[in-house]
Nanobody
């Protein structure tokens, strides 16, 4: 089974930036659509961004223009660059395959607060 480890979260002020990483246990990033998801306190998990096997990206309206999803196939890693962060971006962030998702990992906590 595929294992995914998220990292890079932390506490940041509104308007700040963070880059999240998602390391996969096997070579899947180059041939699978990958996505980032988040779960805010008291809320359900929601879609944030995806990158297809050919490199096409899509974003939720709430993050469009501020977040960028990318990948490094050699490192089998997916990234999420987050700029102009807002308090409403506060959540635990998870990555997973879009099709046939694996089990959810621990995620990485992002807190945006002044």
């Amino acid at each position: 089974q595929v294992q995914l480890v998220e990292s890079g979260g932390g506490l940041v002020q509104p308007g700040g930036s963070l880059r999240l990483s998602c390391a996969a246990s096997e070579s899947i990033v180059s041939r699978n659509a990958m996505g980032w998801y988040r779960q805010a306190p008291g809320k359900q998990r929601e879609y944030v961004a995806t990158i297809s096997s050919t490199g096409t990206t899509n974003y939720a309206d709430s993050v469009k223009g501020r977040f960028t999803i990318s990948r490094d196939t050699a490192k089998n890693t997916v990234y999420l660059q987050m700029n102009s962060l807002k308090p409403e971006d506060t959540a635990v962030y998870y990555c997973n395959k879009v099709v046939r998702p694996a089990g959810w990992g621990q995620g990485t906590q992002v807190a945006v607060s002044s």
